[in-house]
Each structure stands twice: as structure tokens, then as C-alpha cells.
């Protein structure tokens, strides 16, 4: 299986979805259109290890919120990241039973390297 939770109006995740071949083959969630259920981000955590792992802190929401000053408990990732697609690390791209998170370069790099892309 090959599936991307992504934000279409995110250069960045348009970028890495060609980088990496995201074709006609792949299941693809755009998070602003079609928001991840909880369902869905309970089977992420799963994968993840915690709702910590996939919420990204970089969100400007995470600031004007004040979360930054904020002691958060899984109960409040879990809580935000369902309440707003922002607070989701993207892309979030599941291949197999492998989940990877965000966009550095060490993660886009071990994506390219389960995909067989040099």
C-alpha cells in the first residue's frame, strides 16, 4: 500500500510528491478537503508511537494558540490534530507497514530509499 496525507497548497508537499513519484497508483488524502478522521489518526498514532510524533509544532496556529508555553498531553495532540488539518506534520506517507513524518531530508531520503528511487 501506498498512500500520502498531504496539503495541496503546500509547495513543499507538491515538491516531494514529485520528487518521490506519487502517481495514479498511490491513495492520496489532501487534509484540507477531506480532514483525517479519527479512525484514520488512531491507525497513525499506531504507527507513529503518539499523537506527539505527527503533530508538527512548526503550525503558526501552535504560536497564536500560546500551545508552544503549554505542558500538551497526548489527549490535547490527539484533540488539536483533529480539530485542524495545520497541525498535521506533512506529508505523512505510508508505505506498507512503514510510516514516515514531515518533510526533512532524512525522511524524504529513507522514502526514496523503500521506494527503490536513487
Known amino acids: 500500500m501506498k498512500k500520502i496525507f498531504y496539503l495541496s497548497t503546500c509547495d513543499t508537499n507538491r515538491r516531494i510528491m514529485k520528487e518521490i513519484g506519487v502517481d ?3 491513495e492520496r488524502q489532501e ?3 477531506n480532514p483525517i478522521t ?3 489518526l488512531e491507525q497513525l498514532k499506531e504507527k507513529a508511537g503518539s499523537y506527539e510524533n505527527l503533530f508538527s509544532k512548526r503550525a503558526i496556529k ?3 494558540l500560546g500551545l508552544k508555553e503549554k505542558n500538551l498531553t497526548e489527549k490535547d495532540y490527539k484533540k ?3 480539530e485542524d488539518y495545520t497541525f498535521l506534520k506533512r506529508p505523512v506517507v505510508l508505505l506498507d507497514d512503514e510510516i514516515f513524518i514531515g518533510n526533512s531530508k532524512k525522511t524524504i531520503e529513507a522514502i526514496k530509499e523503500k521506494l527503490g528511487i536513487s
Open 38 to 40: 479519527e479512525q484514520q
Open 24 to 26: 495514479d497508483s498511490w
Open 80 to 82: 488539536y490534530l483533529l
Open 62 to 64: 501552535y504560536r497564536t
Open 31 to 33: 487534509i484540507k478537503t
